[in-house]
């Protein structure tokens, strides 16, 4: 079965601090990745996406994001965070199986200092 | 850019009660889902939906849920007796191809 693990469960950062959030997911066909983010008391909103083409992917406030097919891997970096950007962070999964569920990480609770 | 709504935003129900939440998918998509988040948990795969049927539900899906699509532009879950635990974050989301996967900002069901 498809799954996404994020290795950290909790992040502390002071504001300009780089950022870099790690994903790993297990599936070898063809995936679609995937950034949320999910503020305090808030929903879901896509920071960024990835389908094919360039690995790296670039998406709002900043974020980007790596794909690195032979690690199995979409790692979330900003070079600097602001305090803003304190919220949950969910890597997540589409695979070309399954109905195309989206398959989610267990999140990141980024909290980041002023 | 168009939106999923879902309505309402924040519901009350008691324990035992049934509870419908609703969604309103992009208007030219064609497969639907529900997901779930319990607080301070990850989001869950509940149920997919698709030329109105069930394509696919997780466990969490059992006899107490059902999905409708009653009148080709809402999209329901139904809870018919609603559990302490079914209290959470309902998230409802369509798609017309994985690029287009859209997800609503999500009904907050609170069960007392």
């Known amino acids: 079965a498809q799954s996404v693990s994020q290795h950290n469960h909790h992040v502390i950062l002071s504001e300009a601090a780089s950022l870099e959030l790690g994903c790993n997911y297990s599936?070898?066909?063809?995936?679609?990745l995937f950034w949320y983010v999910q503020y305090p008391g808030q929903h879901l909103q896509l920071l960024l996406k990835y389908f094919s083409g360039d690995p790296l992917v670039k998406g709002i406030k900043g974020f980007e994001a790596e794909f690195i097919k032979s690690k199995f891997s979409f790692n979330l970096r900003k070079p600097s965070v602001q305090w803003s950007d304190t919220a949950e962070y969910f890597c997540?999964?589409?695979?070309?199986?399954?109905?195309?569920?989206?398959?989610f990480g267990a999140g990141t609770r980024l909290f980041v200092k002023a | 850019e168009p939106e999923v709504t879902q309505t309402p935003s924040h519901q009350v129900t008691q324990m035992g009660q049934e509870v419908i939440l609703r969604c309103v998918p992009i208007?030219?998509?064609?497969?639907f889902y529900w997901y779930r988040q319990i607080l301070g948990q990850k989001v869950e795969f509940l149920v997919s939906?698709?030329?109105?049927?069930?394509?696919?539900k997780s466990e969490i899906f059992d006899d107490q849920f059902s999905v409708e699509r009653p009148d080709g532009s809402n999209f329901t879950l139904k809870i018919r007796s609603t559990k302490l635990e079914d209290s959470a974050m309902y998230f409802c989301a369509s798609r017309l191809g994985t690029r287009g996967y859209t997800f609503g900002s999500g009904t907050r069901l609170t069960v007392v």
């Open positions: 208007s030219n998509h064609l497969y």
């Open positions: 939906f698709y030329n109105n049927e069930i394509s696919e």
């Open positions: 997540a999964v589409i695979a070309d199986t399954g109905g195309f569920k989206t398959i």
């Open positions: 599936y070898g066909g063809t995936v679609n």
